[in-house]
């Protein structure tokens, strides 16, 4: 495990987010393609809150604490309970980048943790620290994902009057 990688990546990934984000118009931001998806507004109060109410905090439990059973968190119904499509933009994206360095720091601080240690999940079994880092990393990179569909969703459906379709499959 090499933790140093991972820093890296995530420090990558907050910048890739935030150039992905910013600039944006409001309208944008709260668009969705259909009501069962969701905005890039809720995409990066998502983020926001699983960087502070998830990954950082259960790794930490792992590592420290593998026997204190983890907070409950509701991902899919904080997005309308928290009304995350509500919000502004430019302080969603800063909570979020806030929390990253907050992790970022916090997994810089870290002095050989035991990637082996584990936590015993009621439905999957043992789930070791690597796979909760390893979990965080491939969260970040479906968001981005989403984010990528998002946009390229939201400026088809602007410009349907146009052909897209030289651009490639999507």
């Known amino acids: 495990m090499n933790l140093e990688h991972f820093i890296a990546?995530?420090?990558?990934?907050?910048?890739?987010?935030?150039?992905m984000v910013q600039g944006i118009i409001l309208e944008q931001a709260r668009w969705k393609p259909n009501p069962d998806s969701w905005s890039i507004l809720e995409v990066i109060n998502h983020l926001y809150d699983e960087e502070r109410e998830d990954f950082r905090q259960r790794l930490?439990?792992?590592?420290?604490?593998?026997?204190?059973?983890?907070?409950?968190?509701?991902?899919q119904g904080w997005v309308t309970a928290r009304q995350y499509n509500q919000r502004d933009l430019n302080a969603?994206?800063?909570?979020?980048?806030?929390?990253?360095?907050?992790?970022?720091?916090?997994?810089?601080?870290?002095?050989?943790?035991?990637?082996?240690?584990?936590?015993?999940?009621?439905?999957?079994?043992?789930f070791y620290?690597?796979?909760m880092l390893a979990a965080w990393l491939a969260h970040d990179f479906l968001h981005i994902r989403q984010l990528t569909e998002l946009h390229y969703a939201y400026h088809a459906q602007q410009m349907r009057q146009y052909r897209v379709d030289y651009a490639g499959d999507w």
């Open 9 to 19: 990546r995530f420090s990558y990934n907050a910048e890739t987010i935030r150039n």
């Open 60 to 75: 930490d439990l792992i590592l420290h604490h593998p026997d204190q059973d983890w907070p409950a968190i509701d991902p």
């Open 92 to 126: 969603s994206l800063a909570n979020f980048l806030d929390e990253r360095q907050k992790s970022l720091n916090w997994l810089q601080g870290l002095e050989n943790p035991n990637w082996r240690s584990a936590y015993n999940h009621p439905q999957v079994g043992p």
């Open 129 to 131: 620290a690597a796979d």
